[in-house]
Protein backbone atom coordinates (compact mmCIF):
# COMPACT_ATOMS: atom_id res chain seq x y z
CA UNK A 1 0.00 0.00 0.00
CA UNK A 2 0.74 3.51 -0.46
CA UNK A 3 2.81 5.23 2.01
CA UNK A 4 4.29 8.77 2.35
CA UNK A 5 5.99 9.05 6.10
CA UNK A 6 7.68 12.60 6.94
CA UNK A 7 10.66 13.13 9.46
CA UNK A 8 9.46 14.06 13.20
CA UNK A 9 8.93 17.30 14.70
CA UNK A 10 11.42 20.37 14.35
CA UNK A 11 12.02 23.43 16.51
CA UNK A 12 14.08 26.41 14.82
CA UNK A 13 14.81 29.86 15.53
CA UNK A 14 13.99 33.00 13.07
CA UNK A 15 16.69 32.91 10.59
CA UNK A 16 17.60 29.00 10.55
CA UNK A 17 16.54 26.54 7.72
CA UNK A 18 14.35 23.45 8.30
CA UNK A 19 14.54 20.42 5.76
CA UNK A 20 11.63 18.23 5.71
CA UNK A 21 11.98 14.20 4.57
CA UNK A 22 9.45 12.42 2.99
CA UNK A 23 10.00 9.02 2.50
CA UNK A 24 7.77 6.93 -0.04
CA UNK A 25 7.20 3.33 -0.09
CA UNK A 26 4.02 1.01 -2.16
CA UNK A 27 5.03 2.48 -5.59
CA UNK A 28 7.16 3.69 -7.87
CA UNK A 29 9.22 6.65 -6.63
CA UNK A 30 9.52 8.50 -9.89
CA UNK A 31 6.20 7.78 -11.39
CA UNK A 32 4.74 10.59 -9.67
CA UNK A 33 5.39 14.06 -8.79
CA UNK A 34 5.87 15.17 -5.08
CA UNK A 35 3.86 17.99 -4.12
CA UNK A 36 4.50 19.96 -0.72
CA UNK A 37 1.64 22.33 1.39
CA UNK A 38 1.65 23.83 4.53
CA UNK A 39 -1.11 24.88 7.23
CA UNK A 40 -0.56 27.32 9.92
CA UNK A 41 -2.16 26.95 13.01
CA UNK A 42 -6.04 26.99 12.56
CA UNK A 43 -5.73 28.08 8.63
CA UNK A 44 -5.71 26.99 5.66
CA UNK A 45 -4.00 24.95 3.53
CA UNK A 46 -1.01 26.85 1.00
CA UNK A 47 0.58 25.02 -1.75
CA UNK A 48 4.26 25.52 -1.80
CA UNK A 49 5.42 23.76 -4.83
CA UNK A 50 6.39 20.38 -6.40
CA UNK A 51 9.44 18.05 -7.62
CA UNK A 52 8.88 15.47 -10.04
CA UNK A 53 11.92 12.29 -8.75
CA UNK A 54 11.97 11.41 -12.05
CA UNK A 55 13.98 14.08 -13.43
CA UNK A 56 14.51 15.97 -10.01
CA UNK A 57 12.45 19.00 -11.73
CA UNK A 58 10.95 21.23 -9.66
CA UNK A 59 8.16 24.63 -9.51
CA UNK A 60 7.63 26.39 -6.71
CA UNK A 61 4.88 29.14 -5.67
CA UNK A 62 6.18 32.96 -6.06
CA UNK A 63 5.71 33.19 -2.32
CA UNK A 64 8.47 30.74 -1.62
CA UNK A 65 10.80 31.06 -4.84
CA UNK A 66 14.29 31.79 -3.30
CA UNK A 67 13.11 30.28 0.29
CA UNK A 68 12.68 26.73 -0.83
CA UNK A 69 14.38 23.79 -2.24
CA UNK A 70 12.93 20.31 -3.43
CA UNK A 71 15.06 17.48 -3.66
CA UNK A 72 15.09 13.82 -3.83
CA UNK A 73 16.87 10.95 -3.35
CA UNK A 74 15.90 8.36 -5.66
CA UNK A 75 18.14 5.34 -4.08
CA UNK A 76 15.87 5.63 -0.71
CA UNK A 77 12.61 6.95 -2.22
CA UNK A 78 12.51 9.84 -0.52
CA UNK A 79 11.83 13.80 -1.28
CA UNK A 80 12.87 16.81 0.81
CA UNK A 81 11.59 20.01 1.36
CA UNK A 82 14.12 22.59 2.88
CA UNK A 83 13.24 26.28 3.70
CA UNK A 84 15.90 28.85 4.60
CA UNK A 85 15.36 31.75 6.68
CA UNK A 86 12.90 31.07 8.54
CA UNK A 87 10.37 33.55 10.10
CA UNK A 88 8.07 33.00 13.29
CA UNK A 89 4.70 33.07 10.49
CA UNK A 90 6.38 29.77 9.01
CA UNK A 91 5.52 27.93 12.06
CA UNK A 92 3.08 25.28 10.41
CA UNK A 93 2.43 21.61 9.47
CA UNK A 94 3.87 20.83 6.57
CA UNK A 95 2.67 17.84 3.92
CA UNK A 96 4.07 16.12 1.26
CA UNK A 97 1.28 14.56 -1.10
CA UNK A 98 1.47 12.29 -4.18
CA UNK A 99 -0.08 13.52 -7.07
CA UNK A 100 -1.38 10.88 -9.05
CA UNK A 101 -2.50 12.98 -12.17
CA UNK A 102 -3.18 16.29 -12.09
CA UNK A 103 -3.30 17.71 -8.52
CA UNK A 104 -5.26 14.73 -7.35
CA UNK A 105 -3.44 14.34 -4.12
CA UNK A 106 -4.89 10.85 -3.19
CA UNK A 107 -1.98 10.01 -0.73
CA UNK A 108 -0.55 12.39 1.84
CA UNK A 109 2.26 12.35 4.29
CA UNK A 110 1.50 12.87 8.00
CA UNK A 111 2.14 16.05 8.35
CA UNK A 112 5.35 17.48 10.04
CA UNK A 113 4.99 20.48 12.73
CA UNK A 114 7.87 23.15 12.09
CA UNK A 115 7.58 25.81 14.84
CA UNK A 116 10.02 28.68 14.54
CA UNK A 117 10.58 30.85 18.15
CA UNK A 118 13.03 32.70 19.60
CA UNK B 1 -1.15 33.58 -7.40
CA UNK B 2 -4.41 34.18 -5.68
CA UNK B 3 -6.26 31.67 -3.28
CA UNK B 4 -9.52 30.48 -4.74
CA UNK B 5 -12.66 31.98 -2.56
CA UNK B 6 -14.74 29.50 -0.65
CA UNK B 7 -17.59 30.46 2.07
CA UNK B 8 -15.77 30.55 5.51
CA UNK B 9 -18.76 28.23 6.79
CA UNK B 10 -21.56 26.43 5.79
CA UNK B 11 -24.29 24.32 7.35
CA UNK B 12 -26.99 21.57 7.30
CA UNK B 13 -29.34 18.91 9.04
CA UNK B 14 -28.76 15.11 8.57
CA UNK B 15 -30.08 13.98 5.40
CA UNK B 16 -30.25 17.55 4.00
CA UNK B 17 -28.01 18.81 0.92
CA UNK B 18 -25.26 21.38 1.01
CA UNK B 19 -23.30 23.00 -1.72
CA UNK B 20 -20.39 24.63 -1.22
CA UNK B 21 -18.72 27.01 -3.47
CA UNK B 22 -15.35 27.78 -4.54
CA UNK B 23 -14.47 30.84 -7.26
CA UNK B 24 -11.82 31.15 -9.10
CA UNK B 25 -10.81 33.01 -12.51
CA UNK B 26 -10.50 32.18 -16.04
CA UNK B 27 -6.53 31.45 -15.31
CA UNK B 28 -7.30 28.89 -12.52
CA UNK B 29 -11.06 27.37 -12.23
CA UNK B 30 -12.28 28.36 -15.45
CA UNK B 31 -9.44 27.48 -17.60
CA UNK B 32 -8.52 24.08 -16.92
CA UNK B 33 -10.37 20.78 -15.83
CA UNK B 34 -8.54 20.24 -12.87
CA UNK B 35 -10.11 20.83 -9.65
CA UNK B 36 -10.04 18.71 -6.46
CA UNK B 37 -11.91 18.52 -3.15
CA UNK B 38 -10.42 17.85 0.07
CA UNK B 39 -11.65 16.54 3.58
CA UNK B 40 -9.99 17.48 6.27
CA UNK B 41 -11.14 16.11 9.87
CA UNK B 42 -9.32 18.12 13.35
CA UNK B 43 -5.19 16.84 13.59
CA UNK B 44 -5.42 14.55 10.06
CA UNK B 45 -4.45 15.07 6.97
CA UNK B 46 -6.69 16.08 3.97
CA UNK B 47 -8.68 13.48 2.02
CA UNK B 48 -9.51 13.09 -1.73
CA UNK B 49 -12.77 13.46 -2.19
CA UNK B 50 -13.35 15.01 -5.75
CA UNK B 51 -11.05 14.98 -9.03
CA UNK B 52 -10.72 16.10 -12.31
CA UNK B 53 -13.96 18.36 -11.57
CA UNK B 54 -16.51 15.48 -10.64
CA UNK B 55 -14.62 12.20 -10.54
CA UNK B 56 -15.00 10.28 -7.18
CA UNK B 57 -12.13 8.02 -5.71
CA UNK B 58 -12.66 4.35 -4.82
CA UNK B 59 -14.33 4.21 -1.29
CA UNK B 60 -15.69 8.00 -1.63
CA UNK B 61 -19.56 7.66 -0.84
CA UNK B 62 -21.74 8.93 -4.25
CA UNK B 63 -23.13 11.76 -1.84
CA UNK B 64 -20.32 13.74 -2.78
CA UNK B 65 -20.37 14.99 -6.03
CA UNK B 66 -19.14 17.99 -7.66
CA UNK B 67 -19.30 20.61 -10.34
CA UNK B 68 -18.13 23.49 -12.40
CA UNK B 69 -20.15 26.10 -14.07
CA UNK B 70 -17.29 28.70 -15.77
CA UNK B 71 -15.19 30.07 -12.91
CA UNK B 72 -16.64 28.25 -10.24
CA UNK B 73 -16.56 25.13 -8.98
CA UNK B 74 -18.98 23.64 -6.40
CA UNK B 75 -18.97 20.32 -3.91
CA UNK B 76 -23.04 18.99 -2.85
CA UNK B 77 -22.63 16.14 -0.37
CA UNK B 78 -26.44 15.17 -0.21
CA UNK B 79 -27.90 12.84 2.62
CA UNK B 80 -26.08 14.97 5.19
CA UNK B 81 -24.33 12.90 7.63
CA UNK B 82 -22.88 13.62 11.40
CA UNK B 83 -19.24 12.41 10.27
CA UNK B 84 -19.43 15.00 7.21
CA UNK B 85 -18.30 17.91 9.97
CA UNK B 86 -15.14 18.66 8.54
CA UNK B 87 -13.22 21.43 6.72
CA UNK B 88 -13.47 21.23 2.80
CA UNK B 89 -10.99 22.77 0.94
CA UNK B 90 -11.00 23.28 -3.30
CA UNK B 91 -7.79 23.43 -5.22
CA UNK B 92 -7.37 24.27 -8.68
CA UNK B 93 -4.18 23.68 -11.06
CA UNK B 94 -3.67 26.68 -12.94
CA UNK B 95 -0.68 25.94 -14.97
CA UNK B 96 2.42 26.90 -13.69
CA UNK B 97 0.98 26.92 -9.81
CA UNK B 98 -1.61 25.00 -7.57
CA UNK B 99 -4.13 27.08 -5.34
CA UNK B 100 -6.35 26.28 -2.59
CA UNK B 101 -9.34 27.80 -1.50
CA UNK B 102 -9.45 29.34 2.32
CA UNK B 103 -11.49 26.40 3.30
CA UNK B 104 -15.00 26.05 4.18
CA UNK B 105 -16.03 24.45 7.81
CA UNK B 106 -19.28 22.09 7.70
CA UNK B 107 -21.61 22.05 10.92
CA UNK B 108 -24.05 19.45 10.84
CA UNK B 109 -26.78 20.69 13.18
Known amino acids: QVQLVQSGAEVKKPGASVKVSCKAS????????IHWVRQAPGQGLEWMGW????????NYAQKFQGRVTMTRDTSISTAYMELSSLKSDDTALYYC???????????WGQGTLVTVSS | QSALTQPRSVSGSPGQSVTISCTGT?????????VSWYQQHPGIAPKLMIY???KRPSGVPDRFSGSKSGNTASLTISGLQAEDEADYYC?????????FGGGTSLTVL
Open chain 1, 97 to 107: ARDTSMIEFGY
Open chain 1, 26 to 33: GYTFTDNY
Open chain 1, 51 to 58: IYPNTGGT
Open chain 2, 26 to 34: SSDVGGYNY
Open chain 2, 52 to 54: DVS
Open chain 2, 91 to 99: CSYAGDYTS
